[in-house]
Structure formats: C-alpha cells, structure tokens
C-alpha cells in the first residue's frame, strides 16, 4: 500500500491533453466509479436517487477516481420518468459537493439519451449545454461516422472526449475488424493525445484471451492511447479480465462500491484494488476515502429491494444470448407479466441465434431492438403452434446457422418459404434499422432474404430506399423554434433551457416530469427515500428536510378513512395543521369538457352562462346558423358581462352547457361546424 | 339637532361591513349584520352583536331586497341604517324607505342621491356649478343617435358607454371602433339593467391617458362643507380601481388646492351632507380636469384618506346622521403623511378571472404603517355571488416613496392566503414598476403593462415550496408507492 498526500491527480478545469497525459504518467492503473449510474442501471433499474448518491460525493471527492460516472445511458430517462428529477440538478448537486472529480456521462452518438436518432442541430445544441467533463461515447453499430458532431462540439468546448467501441464475442468480430473501429476513430479525433479510449464490454462477454489479444493489438498499434475498459460482471469473470486488460495495458477500469455490487453490474472497487495492488499493478485510490463509501451505500440501498429484479445471479450462457446488463433481469420481468417466462430460454436461444444472421451490437438501442424483435418471433409461434411451435422455430434456426451455415439457398423450399415471412411482425425500430436509419451495419447489410422476410413484396423498394449515409447527414434538422413553442403551449409559460432539452429528448416524459415538479415542488430531491416510496406510515412520523437554507419538518397526525374515494390526510408542518385531502384511484371524477380545437368555444372566464343567445334573436339551439361576431352566449362573472362570440360563420352542432350553470375557464361551450 | 343612534343595522357585507363595524365598535354602537343563505358563517356576521337572515345567494334576494332589509333592522332594533358602499349605497328609493320606516340614514338625504345618481342630472349640476365636464351626449336611446353626435361634433374612437345610474366600473363600456359600437350599446344597456334596474346609458368622450382623481369631502346639516383633499385611483383593471393613493402624485399643490376648491364649491351648491366623493378625470398633457360623478357614499378607498388626516369618515357620517356639527373647519385638516390602498380580489392574476372557494390560510399582514380590513377569515368561503373584494390593505409612510416600501414588505412578505388565487403578485408587480414608482401612468397602466407585470411574479418562495412537499407526502402516505415510481 502506498501512502500519499493526495490521490487527486485529474480535476474538473484540465485541458482534454492534461488529462491524458495525467492519466499516461500515473504509476499503474486508475479506476472510473460507476456507482452512481451505471452500479444503479444494472441492479436496480435507475432507481438510486440522487438524495443517496450525493451521500458518497464527498468520499468521491478525496478518492482520487479518474472519473464518476453519474449522467447519461437511461439514468436520464428514468430520472425524468420514474424519479423526476431532472440530469441538470443531479449535475448542480454533485459538482458542489465533489468539485474535485470529472463528471463523466454516457451518450449514446445519434441517439444521445433518447431512443431514436436525433438531427445535427438537436446534437449541437443540447451538447453544448451539458456541464460534463468526460464524454463516454459509443455507438451500438460502432459506426464511427456517427459519433462526429457529438465529438465536434466536446472537442471545441475543450471537455474530454471518450468514444467507445461496442465490444462481443462473434467469429466476426475480430482484432482486425476492431482495429478498423480504433482507426476511424483516431482519424475522426484528430490522433491519441486528446482522447481516452474506450472498450465496451457492455454483456460482460469478453474471455480472458480475448480481451487480452485485443487489448494487446490495440495497444501495438496505438501505444500512446490511453485505454479504458468497460465490463460487465455478467458472465462471473469479470475480474480476471481485468487484471489481463491491465496487464495487456489498459489503464481505467470501471467499478462500483462493493456493496453495490449485485450480477449484472461492475467489479467491486475494493476487490478491484486488492488484486491488482496483489498483481504488482499500483492503483490510484485512496483506499480509506473508497472503503467508507462502501460503507456508506449501506445505509441506504436497503431502500432500494423493490427495485431490484426478482431474476438474479450471474449466467455464464451471456456469452451465447449476449443480452447486456440491466436489460438481462429486465427481459424475464416482462416475460413473467406476459406471460411467457416459460419460453425465455426458447427465446435467449433464439437471440444466439439471431445474432448470427444479424450482426450488430447488443446495446441500446440494439438490445431492446433484438429483444423486442426475438421475443416476439417466439411469442408468434407460441401463439399459432405452442411449444411444439416454439421447438419447431429453434430447429429450424439451428439448423439454418448451424448445420447450413447461414446460406439461405441451402435450405429446402418450404425452410426456405418459411424464413421469409419469420421477420414479417418485426418491429419498427428492426426495420429502421435495416433501411439503415441508425448508420451502417458493422459487417454490411443483411441478405437480401431478411429483407424478403421482413417487408414482404415491398422488399426491393426498401433496400433501394436504404440509406448508407450516417442518420448525422440523412436527417433534417429539426425546428427548434417550433418545438419550444409547442413546448410553450403545453406548459403556458416559457420553459426553462433545461426543461426544453429534457422535451427534446423525452417529450412526453418530460412534460409529465415538469407537471409533476410543478405540482409536488422539491419533493424528489429534499425527501428521504423510504419517506418519497412510502410516505409517512404511522401517526407521530415524521420527516425533517431543509429547503433553501431553511428547517422544514412534515409529521403525520392521522390518515381518516377512506370515503367515496376521498382520503383526509392531518399533517403538521413546522407545527402548523394542514388537511390534505386525497384522491384515491376510486375518487369520482367531475369530468370537465374542455374546448380543444378551433371548432369549440370555451368559456372566456370562470362564470355563469346567463344567456344562450343574444337579445336580437333570441336563444339558439343546435342546427342554427350563427355569423362571425354574432354573441352566442354571454357569460356574467362578478356582475360583469361577457360577450362570447362566434369566430365563424358557423353552424350550432352541439350546445354543451346549460342555461344558468356556472363554468370554468375553457370549459366546451359550444361546438360549431365552418360554413 | 340631537338625533340618537343605538343600534346600527349595516345592509352590506364582507369588508364594506366588517369596516363599518370597527368604528361602531370604537363608539361602543351596538350593530346588526344581515347576510344571505351563503353568507351564513362570513366574517361580518361574527363581528357583529346580532345578525338577521335576509335570504338566499342572488343579491335582488337578499343584498338588494330593500323590504327585508328595513325588516331585519325593525326586527333586531336597530335605529340606523349604514350601507356601505355597492349594493344599496346609491339607492335614493331605499334611502328614503329607511327614513320612512323611522329609521337614521347614515348618508347623504335620499333627494342628493337621486339627482347626483343620475348621470345626466348631476352633469347638469357641475355645469351649473361651472365644473368642466367631459364632452358627450347624455339621452341615447339608439346607436344612431351617437353615430351622429360624434359626426357633429368631430369626436373619435375610443368612446365611453355609461350607464346613467351606473358607478362601481359596472355598466361602463369602452368603445374602440365602430364596429363595436352597437355590441357594447347592448352590453351596457344591459349590465346597468341588471345592475341598476335601469339601463339608460349615456355616452361620453374617452379620455385617452386619463388619471382618475378625486376628491373626498364631508359635510354636515349646517351647511358646513370641508374636503379631506384628493386621492388618486388611477390604477384601474376593466375600469375597476385596484390600487389607490392620497395625495394624488399627479398635481402640483396649486392644482391640488383648485381642484378640491371645485369639488367643495360643487358640493356646496348642491347642499351636500354627509361623506362624498367628487371624481374627476384628469387629462395630464393638458393638464386639465374633468367632473366625472359625485359618488353619494363612503367609497372603498376612504381609508388612505382617513390615514392621511388622522380622521375617521364612517364616524364622521355617524356624527352626521345624528345631527352633529363637524367638528373642524377647513383650516383645521393638514395631511401629513402619504398612503397607498391595494384592494386584496379573489382573482386570478393574470386573467382576472375570479377565484372562489374556501381561505384554507390566512396570514394577515402586520408590522409598521400597516392597516387592514379583511371581510374574510381562514376557513371562510368566498361565494361566487359577490364582488372578489376580500381584504383592504393600507400602508402609509411619511412620503410616497415610504408607503411603497411597506406595502412591498406587506405583499412579498407578511401575507399569505392559501385556497383561492389572489390578485396579490399583480399587485406587487404594480407598485414595483418604474413607472408606477416615477408616478407615471394612466388608467390604462395595467392593460399598457401586463405583460411586464406578469414576467415581474415572483417564481416561487420557500414557503408555497413545501406545502407543494407536504401535498407530496400527504398523498404517498394515503396511497402508498406509486406504479409510477
């Protein structure tokens, strides 16, 4: 163990250059804590809070890490979704407390922290107003052309940029094909000097021999480049990898709290740390500062049981099926709710297989694409034929990949007719991807029979349609203006710059998360988590938060009873008693009509509807004709009148409210049809 | 003369009551609320010694009904009438069924108040009185007859319709352009009718950029006549004052001492007793001033008045009524402070549309220079039925700039009202305008600005931040984890 005044050796501020050449000068190895994002993504669906990670920032902040890993992947999404807390504050909260670490995030090239590709101008632009040093990029296609503008605007605003080959076991992807990746990408970033780079071994599927030979190649030929290697636990031989990814001279690796540490996630710091320190490879740690974060995280990630997959262990078979981290749980969750958790050995079977005839990379957005496209093969079957089906389908894929060797014109006729319409229900995003709307394929394009088999007699006119451009030079640029006042008009005010990029990449999410904070405040950030799951359980509980500097406390007097669907709630804040009255899912509800579009007339105002009509005509009904200008009705609010007006000559289709009833603002007066 | 009151039945409610009663309280005058079915558990009813049912929401049955209201004060022995302001205030028929029935008036002689309430009748009287009038045509009957006055005397858009018996912004209608013209010659028509129960309307010359000044003026059997000097109410939303201040910031003393000088004289010939108010529309590039109406009551905003010469009108109205002499001269009124009115409405603040519902919390401002009517407490309703009026605050300091700054601390600070919206952050936008702090505006001030004062709201505050946590915990622990989660 070596003894020092300060493992710090990276900082926030450091030019991309200094950076790495901090990182090529260290004595031995450093580590990446993923503890807040990806530790979390693997195990516990996205579901750490930031109220608990924060607790570990001042560990971080002595440590000596090269990086915390704390933003991007679908921690954005499901912050947004699940947690409502917005990526920006989690960024504000953690670079007070840990001013010393470089925040590092994950981006997914095109499809950045969404699901589809995004336009250059949407890249640009929410790019360049996120504050993270370290940009961990990658591409499922590991199509290199589409990381240039995310790499453009890192590299002018003088962050660190990390692009990451998407790294599996497959006869085809060999040394060669991935020094063909690293090439590009030392091309597109201009050399080694100003990147770190990254292998992505996101399944955890990489064999000691393997890692290391590719390692070894890498490093032949690019001896200035400083590697970073990312692994999966999955398969149970994480570790060992490791330490051959050391030796064949990768120099980052990422972990995660000991404590954190489930199946599908990251090796743990201190088990890390003691075996490479045991390897005669020198860590960068300050062990004490990473064992009481270890310890930290136990006060909290019992919080946390709920969220973790009933579907746990480790399973050697990943290297076959090749279904990446969180999404590995993940899939037999769904298929126990669908129903079909009987059949996900057919179906990881049946991904073994698919990844044969389709080469791509099991991560987002490849993963959920082969996922969604494999299960649903099987489910079709199951459907139409039950198990005896499902055994059918895996016959004959075994026999067309194994015995045939995928050569289509080496099956029988009716073999033959039936692959072609295997790919028929396929969804939409495996038929984006064939008509290359996510970039190119890693080793070509499918044959032509997938094509068959997927678009039926429109086969021809899909591949011409395929494009081999990047989705960076194929796509419009969007309207930015346009969406921010759609933006606008769903919210009455003026977003926020960091509402608008949490619209662009999630809109509806984002406005359910915006509703949501508008509502309950603070509530996601300042409650402790049992409180935020539970609430208070029992009278006399209660929670004591500070709020802008300021001591706040909320403790429960009584919870009444339960009376057509309406719930009392007594609480205390600081001191004062407060009834809250609560909608269960049995409230009724007054169901409001409200005028949506331009042919129904909503109340200007709340009020009274005192007349229907107007004095010279007298009251209308349905079926009339009214002019443009001609009052219809007139509403009375605190003794003043109002005129409503027809906008159109129109005529009356529905008149939805009655005489003397008192309305809301926009509440559906009339319906009108154009004339 | 030596009349004596003992009990004071007040035909009002909500703040106009709840103000009343503190001066009776003050004179140990015993009082009588009366209320409507709604109005069963309001604030003035508790005020009150004894209070009397006088029937249900629609004010014509209860507010307005002039029978019930002389019942109710035979019935719980009271002596006196006081109507506040709005409702029966104005009313000359119910002034004189009060005196009739044996009661006291505490207001101006029932004959006053008819001819001052009808429009056309007391221009006639300011023009009697030689008070510039606005130009316009007081008899209309139909839009024609405006179309042609306008030709004939080379008047443009915008003009005012009126309601002849109107006040209060009720039955008053602006008119832009001609296509408007016979839209709002209905509207106005139509409002006094159901306001006034008489829709003659009379159309005048609209002021463009008009301050709206008045002057307070008291006076008694005598024929002692004395102003309180001049407020100013230019502040206006949908003609409807909203913030009001005394002495006005818009006139040089000169002006001041001519201007009250006029309404004096004015009310002198008209043998005025009594509180009242002459309003003036005042054109500030001309400089010139405008009789507009004499208001025959006690006026919402008497309070910055009351504020500034350490007086009490509604006692002085009581003093009045019972026959007594005013108790100072002109020479002896010296205003020695500045005040600011805000008028609290139930109303949201950007659309004005109103807010009903229950006061969940009430927070009532205090501290220095600081002066309160509320019409409401917490756990009150506000029912939908009557004006959005819920609370008067009043600050004053020893000059404009000082009245201001209490009144900022009073609405960004001191009060809080949770259960209905409030006009509230509008309000504090106002006064913390440039322009409204450098005096300069007009009663368009609010329509000219309300984009800016609507960006000036103050996001958010501490406080309103963790009842929206509390709702929060509130409702996960009624409900437990959420699927959403």
């Known amino acids: ?675 | 003369m030596g009349r004596e009151i003992k009990k004071i039945l007040i035909a009002n409610r909500g703040v106009t009551a709840v103000r009343i009663m503190h001066t009776c309280r003050d004179r140990k005058i015993p009082t009588t609320a009366v209320y409507s079915t709604p109005d069963r558990l309001a604030h003035h009813v508790f005020m009150a010694d004894s209070a009397v049912h006088i029937g249900e929401a629609p004010p014509i049955e209860s507010y307005l009904n002039m029978e019930k209201m002389i019942a109710a004060a035979l019935q719980s022995g009271s002596d006196a009438i006081h109507p506040g302001w709005g409702f029966l205030a104005e009313n000359a028929k119910f002034a004189q069924m009060v005196l009739d029935a044996g009661l006291q008036w505490i207001g101006p002689p029932p004959k006053v108040i008819a001819a001052l309430g009808d429009k056309i009748q007391a221009k006639n009287l300011a023009q009697k009185a030689n008070v510039p009038t606005v130009p316009g045509i007081t008899d209309v009957a139909n839009v024609e007859q405006i179309r042609k006055w306008m030709k004939q005397d080379k008047v443009h858009f915008p003009i005012m319709v009126k309601a002849v018996a109107g006040g209060g912004g009720k039955g008053m209608v602006k008119v832009e352009q001609k296509e408007q013209l016979a839209q709002a010659f209905s509207q106005a028509r139509s409002e006094a009718m159901k306001a006034f129960g008489d829709d003659r309307v009379m159309v005048e010359k609209y002021i463009e950029r008009g301050r709206h000044i008045e002057v307070q003026v008291v006076g008694d059997e005598d024929g002692n006549i004395v102003h309180l000097y001049e407020r100013e109410c230019t502040i206006q939303r949908r003609n409807q004052k909203i913030i009001e201040e005394a002495p006005s910031p818009s006139i040089d003393d000169d002006l001041r001492r001519e201007i009250c000088f006029t309404a004096t004289r004015l009310m002198r010939e008209i043998g005025y007793t009594s509180a009242g108010t002459v309003e003036f529309i005042f054109d500030s590039s001309t400089r010139k001033y405008y009789f507009l109406e004499v208001n025959t009551r006690l006026q919402v905003e008497h309070g910055i008045t009351e504020l500034i010469t350490g007086l009490d009108i509604v006692g002085i109205m009581i003093d009045v009524a019972m026959g007594k002499k005013l108790p100072f001269k002109q020479s002896d009124i010296h205003p020695n402070r500045w005040a600011l009115e805000a008028r609290l409405n139930a109303e949201d603040p950007r659309t004005f549309s109103p807010s009903f519902g229950t006061i969940t919390r009430l927070q009532v401002p205090h501290g220095p220079g600081v002066r309160i009517a509320s019409g409401v407490y917490e756990g009150a309703d506000i029912p939908p039925y009557y004006d959005s009026l819920f609370m008067l605050i009043i600050t004053a300091g020893a000059d404009r700039a000082d009245a201001i700054r209490v009144m900022d601390r009073v609405l960004s600070r001191n009060l809080r009202v949770e259960g209905v919206k409030t006009l509230a952050p509008l309000l504090l936008s106002i006064i913390r305008h440039p322009a409204f702090k450098a005096g300069e505006f007009s009663t368009r001030f609010i329509e000219e600005n309300m984009d800016t004062l609507i960006s000036m709201f103050k996001e958010k505050n501490s406080e309103d931040e963790v009842l929206k946590i509390a709702r929060y915990v509130a409702e996960i622990s009624a409900l437990g984890p959420q699927p959403w989660m």
């Not at chain 1, 605007?153 to 692009?163: M, Y």
């Not at chain 1, 198990?387 to 015995?403: M, N, P, S």
């Not at chain 1, 029992?538 to 004591?544: A, Q, S, W």
């Open chain 1, 1 to 675: 163990m070596r003894t020092r005044e300060s493992s710090i050796f990276v900082k926030p501020g450091m030019s991309p250059r200094e950076i790495v050449d901090a990182v090529r000068s260290l004595d031995g190895v450093c580590f990446t804590s993923v503890g807040m994002r990806d530790a979390g993504q693997s195990d516990f669906k996205n579901r750490h809070r930031i109220y608990d990670l924060a607790t570990l920032a001042p560990f971080y902040n002595r440590m000596g890490l090269f990086s915390a890993e704390c933003h991007g992947g679908a921690r954005w999404h499901v912050g947004v979704m699940n947690r409502r807390e917005s990526p920006f504050e989690e960024i504000e909260i953690l670079r007070r407390l840990m001013p010393n670490v470089l925040l590092q995030t994950l981006i997914r090239e095109t499809n950045m922290w969404g699901y589809r590709p995004y336009p250059r101008n949407v890249i640009e632009y929410v790019v360049s107003q996120v504050d993270i040093d370290v940009w961990r990029c990658f591409s499922f296609l590991n199509d290199v052309r589409n990381m240039r503008t995310v790499a453009e605007v890192i590299l002018k605003r003088g962050r660190l940029f990390e692009p990451a080959i998407s790294f599996t076991m497959a006869d085809w992807a060999t040394n060669d094909y991935y020094l063909g990746v690293v090439k590009d990408i030392v091309d597109l970033c201009g050399g080694t000097d100003e990147i770190i780079f990254c292998v992505k071994d996101m399944a955890g599927v990489g064999s000691i021999t393997r890692v290391s030979s590719l390692i070894d190649a890498i490093k032949q030929k690019y001896p200035d480049l400083v590697v970073h290697y990312h692994r999966h636990i999955t398969d149970g031989l994480a570790m060992p990898a490791l330490l051959a990814a050391a030796k064949a001279g990768a120099k980052i690796f990422d972990v995660q709290e000991d404590s954190l540490v489930r199946f599908y996630g990251h090796s743990p710091i201190l088990g890390a740390h003691a075996y490479f320190e045991e390897s005669g490879i020198p860590v960068n740690l300050d062990r004490s500062e990473a064992e009481a974060a270890v310890q930290k995280v136990r006060e909290w990630i019992n919080f946390y049981d709920w969220a973790e997959s009933p579907f746990k262990g480790l399973d050697h078979t990943v290297i076959v099926h090749k279904m990446p981290g969180g999404a590995f749980p993940s899939s037999f969750e769904q298929a126990e709710k669908g129903g079909f958790l009987h059949f996900m050995p057919a179906i990881l079977k049946v991904m073994s297989l698919y990844n044969r005839i389709i080469h791509y990379f099991d991560v987002t957005p490849g993963s959920q694409i082969t996922w969604v496209t494999c299960s649903g093969i099987v489910n079709k079957y199951a459907k139409a034929k039950g198990e005896a089906g499902v055994r059918h389908l895996i016959d004959l894929l075994t026999k067309f990949v194994d015995e045939k060797n995928v050569d289509f014109d080496a099956m029988s006729d009716e073999e033959k007719e039936e692959l072609l319409t295997l790919f028929r229900n396929a969804p939409g995003d495996f038929r984006n991807l064939l008509l290359g709307h996510y970039g190119k394929l890693p080793m070509g394009w499918p044959p032509d029979w997938v094509y068959q088999s997927t678009f039926g007699e429109e086969w021809e006119k899909k591949i011409r349609e395929r494009t081999e451009l990047s989705p960076l030079d194929s796509i419009e640029d969007d309207d930015l203006d346009k969406l921010r006042r759609e933006l606008v008009n769903h919210l009455g005010r003026n977003p926020t710059e960091e509402e608008f990029i949490l619209y662009l990449m999630h809109p509806k999410d984002a406005i359910e998360m915006i509703e949501f904070r508008e509502k309950y405040g603070e509530a996601p950030l300042v409650l402790p988590t049992d409180v935020w799951r539970k609430g208070l359980r029992k009278p006399g509980d209660k929670v004591d938060f500070e709020l802008w500097g300021k001591p706040y406390s909320i403790e429960l007097v009584s919870i009444g009873a339960e009376h057509e669907g309406l719930v009392h709630v007594v609480m205390r804040v600081n001191n004062k008693t407060r009834v809250y009255t609560v909608e269960t899912p049995r409230a009724k509800k007054a169901e409001i009509r409200m005028a949506k579009t331009m042919n129904e007339i909503g109340a200007p105002i709340n009020g009274n509807i005192w007349r229907i009509g107007n004095p010279e005509r007298g009251s209308l009904k349905v079926g009339d004709i009214v002019h443009k200008d001609e009052e219809i009705a007139n509403l009375e609010a605190m003794k003043m009148e109002n005129a409503i007006v027809a906008p159109f000559d129109a005529q009356i289709v529905e008149i939805c409210v009655k005489l003397n009833s008192f309305v809301v603002e926009g509440q559906l007066l009339f319906v009108l049809e154009k004339m």
